[in-house]
Nanobody, 124 residues
């Protein structure tokens, strides 16, 4: 069973910063497209950001573009999501995902491996 483990979630005030991490001892992230998704209460899981295998290309949802940054530390095999200027609408469970495809996708169904999620709550 492939495991991705997210960490770094918590309760923060609006305007604050938070950094999420995703680690795996089973996958070498640089060989996968890796992404972050989130699921707010009562809503579907939505794409947040992804990073291509070559680390050059990153993609963001319009709702987080300019505030969130996805990155990857290949020496430590960790994927990060730096969240700045967070808003109450960023409250959700955040999931790390990995995709074996060549082309980056924003579709949940295209991702092969998932973590269990970490809760982020932003108070106003």
């Amino acid at each position: 069973q492939v495991q991705l483990v997210e960490s770094g979630g918590g309760l923060v005030q609006a305007g604050a910063s938070l950094r999420l991490s995703c680690a795996s001892s089973d996958l070498t992230f640089r060989n996968y497209i890796t992404a972050w998704f989130r699921q707010a209460p009562g809503k579907e899981r939505m794409f947040v950001a992804s990073i291509a295998r070559n680390d050059v290309y990153t993609f963001y949802s319009n709702s987080v573009k300019g505030r969130f940054t996805i990155s990857r530390d290949n020496t430590k095999n960790i994927v990060f999501l730096q969240m700045n200027s967070v808003k109450p609408e960023d409250t959700a469970v955040y999931y790390c995902a990995a995709d074996t495809s060549v082309v980056a996708s924003r579709m949940e169904l295209d991702y092969d491996y998932w973590g269990q999620g970490t809760q982020v709550t932003v108070s106003s």
